[in-house]
Every structure is written in structure tokens, then in C-alpha cells.
């Protein structure tokens, strides 16, 4: 089944840049690793991410700093 995706915004690798504080080069060996959203495929040269993705992925990052604070203080 295919699903939709109403209301999806697209963002560029520069903006992922920018609201992760990562690198290009970065980006793209996490998305290889299969750690980072996938992009969508836009033309030959271009690409773009799914905004929600992106921020979800950040939203994880935070997440699991907290439990990690949380751990190291239980220990």
C-alpha cells in the first residue's frame, strides 16, 4: 500500500545542514549508515528531505541525550 503524504515539506540538504548543525559530507555517510532519514530524489544532481523527518530524527538525538544523562546519573 502506498502511503501519502499530505502536507509533506521538502527541504534541502543546506537547511538539513543547518537545523542539525552537521556537515554535508556527514549527512550523507549517516544516510548510508542507514541513520538518517532518506532523502527524496528530485532530479539527477538534487535532493531533499521530508521537514518532519528531519526534525524527528533531531527530536531522537535530544531524547536520547536525557536518557543518557539519566543513566549516567542513576549510576
Known sequence: MRRTM???ILISMRDV???TSLS???VNRLRVAGRFP???ELGER???FV???VLAWI???IAGRA????DDFAS
Do not use: D, F, I, Q
Request: hydrophobic fraction near 35%; charge should be neutral; glycine fraction near 4%.
Open 6 to 8: 499530505v502536507n509533506a
Open 17 to 19: 545542514c543547518t537545523l
Open 24 to 26: 554535508r559530507t556527514m
Open 38 to 40: 532518506g532523502a527524496v
Open 46 to 48: 538534487r535532493v531533499a
Open 51 to 53: 521537514r518532519s523527518e
Open 59 to 61: 527530536e531522537e538525538r
Open 67 to 70: 536518557e543518557k544523562e539519566m
